[in-house]
């Protein structure tokens, strides 16, 4: 191949990307669950033939480095030449593609021309607010994969298949809704890649593509051969697993040899019985979010960032679970360690650029019930907390706000009480001391809920246990907290429960402040 | 001379302020002025150009003139960080609703996460013990001795302005009422803002940013209003809103919010004005400017946004719906360690601007202006009417230097630095039309702004358009827009109605006593309002648009009142979503009215063929590269005249390219409209 034009290759940069992003606004308009359309739980992307990605739509990081596993897993499924141009393949099989199941991802390949394969693929996956399971919103503390709802193999997305989705969850509707929108942008992300081969000929779009990886191949290089050479480690707990099972480790042997680096978490604990089990592309992931970070901001997300970079995993530990595991919470949760183990190997490597650990969870919460006001109609409730942001050589960290892997929006308080038949008494900053050091660890925030009817309730935590850590001298974050008043009486809930609340009941999850970071406080450096 | 009929449009613009003013009948009925703005206190250039003009045009002391301005003030005071020290009162529980906002942080890769700057800081954010329900009940009264302490804790902040947004007080706003009578008692001089009343809607966080802007704003902007009123009158003066409409001056200090796109507002009315006079109803504005560009969609009348930012704030009051990308004249262009060349969203800013500006250093960095001039687009000598000489040397060195970087020659790159700006404009005229299902091909590119007409052709090429429409002033547009603009006042009301489908498929939405009932009460405020403002029966209009979805979803489609609204809902929904849902209930979220008192349009003055000149003298030609241009000055352009492209057409303050392939015309009033493919 020639070398790449730059002309060319910012050009087309902003042709693939606005085609991502093109179907993520249709599919967000369009959507139904809050999760999708409020909190933006989706992402787009353009692949090649190769199942690399060319270019993505993504608002939150966990979804990033997946979607090529998912595209590996329709092709196994359905080789080049048993798909047609109208198929769409579905799946959310955390083992063939998926990372959990309320992720819905669709893969359709694009064929261009008369040819007999196609040439690029076109993906889309969206949290469904309920794909079945023990559990309404499909988030339990699982103990197998069959706990967690339906599990969909990758298969063709027909009349039939789509009615036996909807089925099996507990708001059909809301599931036909969610994948109309769906479908309707992957077949938008189809036709614009259709025309754009039109415009400029298949091979010279192929062509482009490929420039583009190669292009973020050669900046993540650049990045990783300024990290001094060497072997990090780092290693940090998740709380628990949800079944009384603690302090499972995750660890990380980091290399760094010149323009690579190798990322070795087999030294991880085991599979776990309970539902914090990740798949291995949620490493994969993560691992692309945390590398991610050390490039410029407006660095093309492709397969690009990946190359240089080994990834290792051991089957069967808690970072590369298999089959029947339970995942609900690997990729809401233990993902979030990952990145936090990541960053505690590369701050060794480059001191002066990392964060301490940031709050460490997303503070999942569920509510499931009967709506009296909508004749006991069931409904699903969804939601993440942020929490403080981990201080860094640059300055204290954020308050309130979605770190690493999420970034989705809250559920504004008056679109939920409408929606839903419970209350939010206090949605506030909450007022810890914790994350003390040079510059200081945000604040998490303190979310009252209080119940008019009977419901249930699950929590997925954590640092409830073992704080976000400082860096460089900077103290601990404060730990999250979750607590139930009922009928006058306080209690202490764990990480990771599921109850059942009565109206009068009020539930508190404080979720952890960040890190600090340096050892020496600035006099006056409080938060304003 | 009758004293109502000289009318003057003032914008303040960073650099300029741009006077326009219309005599209808007169000998001159134009008379345009542009002087320099004066950023320290605006309203001295201001008044000085109104002078000015009623120097020249209505010199026997006719009776004061009405002024419609177009004001930066408010836009500037939240962007600079220099509004007033302002307070929030929120439900108790909820006082960080601000500083949480929407729990995101805006960048998702950034190492060190910074969220952007709240106008109102967390200690001036109090939670009084209430609350309201979702359906308006009241769960919790106010409490009378929070009530009592409340202007002391005020005082004791020292704040100008307080911005009152309650849970949920766009179903009930009893609360929000008594704390307003409370304040307007005890504290008179602070300005307040009660949600309920500038945006009754749900969705908290948003309308109380809405609230936070309208107060932090308040104070500086009131203090300009009254500076300006003292002098041209208080019922003489009007300020250009970001609607598409004016606003009387009392109106505008209640709620400053509305003006934060005046100016970029009144460049659209004026294009859509315009263009309906050249025979065009749909159009995509295009206005470049130096940093940035600015474009808006308008299928035949303007199109309104509830969805708009001011930097990272969220403003939900009505708006045009304009957006912006930062690619403009000064876009920096480089090539990055990748070995893409990049332009911008780095700008040269207007100082010191382009390398061919002359003003910068040896350090001075290619621009999209440079490229221009080493492509011979832009004539060194014509610049600004010859006031300003172009330092092509300067722009040959830098373009060179990104040429060397790029391993490219020195035409290839230039050339490549226009194609970059122009996808990113691309991409920005795509997000305001085909990603909102309309087809280009229906619509012409409306340039303005300095840099528009040198991409014009190119831009409208790419997009698969054929006509380029450019004003006779294009530097002045705005000022223009604001003659057009009629007055404006925006209504909503929360509905929050579910209406589920009816045997045939669809809800029974048009006849709903609830919205028939908040629409007939909307129509009537509006038109209370217009009388007040003495603007005849006969000119006013009530447009209601209802803000509806399928139930379960968050975003609504805005569908004006009439027949079969469930059925143009799901069209609509189908056209922009590519899906549609049929049975499902809707919706109905909120109700807003537009009352509109439209102005008599000015007289715009034919354009005069000069008899003396002559083409072959005032065409020069040019050569760069393989290419060759036609260069005329605008002026020597006549009306019904047509001339083919490829040529460069300059005037004071912009130039147009007219690509090989295009030819231009101009119509009666000197308007240009270029067409692709020889087309008449």
Redesign the interface.
Known sequence: MSAADPIELEIFRHLFASIAEEMGVRLMRSAYSPNIKERRDHSCVLVDANAEIIAQAAHIPVHLGSAPMSVQAALEAFPGDALSPNDVIVLNDPFAGGTHLPDITLVAPCFVADESTPRFFVANRAHHADVGGVTAGSMPISRSIHEEGVRITPRRLDEETIAWICEQSRTPEERRGDLNAQLAAIHLGVQRMRELCERYNPDVVSQRAAELQGYTERIMRHIIGQLADGVYRFEDVMDDDGTGLRDLTICCDLTVRGDTARVDLSRTADQSPGPVNAVRAIVVSAVNYAFRCLAPADLPSNGGVLRPIQVITRAGSLIDAQYPAAVAAGNVETSQRIVDVLFGALAQAAPDLIPAASCGSMNNITIGGLDSRRGGAPYAYYETIAGGAGASPEGPGADAVHTHMTNTLNTPVEALEHAYPFRVEAYRIRNSVGGAGRFRGGRGVERVYAFTEAAQVTLLTERRSHAPYGLNGGKDGTRGRNTLLSQGEERALPAKVTLEVEPGDTLTVETPGGGGWGSAPIEGDDHP | MPSSTLRIAVDTGGTFTDIIASVPGAARPILTHKLLSTPDDPSRAVLEGIRHVIQHLAPDGAGPPAVVHGSTVATNALLEGKGGAAALITT??????L??A????P?????????PPVPI???HCLGLSERV??DGEVLRPLVDDELEALPGRLRALGVEAVAVSL??SYANPAHEQQLGALLAEALPDLHVTLSHDLLPE?????RAATCAVNAVVAPRMGAYLEQLADAIGRDDLRIMGSGGGTMAVDVTRHHPVHTVLSGPAGGVVGALALARQMGFERIITFDMGGTSTDVALCDGALTLTTEGRVGPLPVRVPMIDIHTVGAGGGSIAR?D???????GPESAGAWPGPACYGRSSENARATVTDAHVVLGHLRPERFLGGRMTLAQEAAHRVVGQVAEE???DLL?TAR?VL??AE??M??AV?VIS??RGHDLRDFALFTFGGAGGLHACRLAALLGMDTVLVPRHPGLLSAVGMLFAPCVHNLSRSL?LTIPAEPDGYPAVDTHPQLAQAAQALEAQGRALLDEEQIPAERQHVDVTVAMR?A????ELEIPLGPDMAQRFEEL?RR????H?PG?ALELVVVRARAVGEQLPPTLPPLEPDEERDLDEAMTTIAVGDARWGVIERDALGPDERQEGPLIITEFSSTTLVPEGWAVTLDPHGNMILRHGGAH
């Open positions: 108790a529980g909820f006082e960080d609703t500083h949480i929407r729990q995101n942080r960048d998702l890769y950034a190492l060190h996460v910074q969220r800081r967390r200690g329900l979702y849970l949920h749900f969705r908290e966080y948003e090539v360690e990748g070995g893409a060349l990049r332009v790029a391993g490219l290839t490549g194609q970059v996808v990113t691309v991409r795509k085909v990603e929050m399928y379960g979803q968050s975003y929904h922009l979503y590519g899906t849902n499902q």
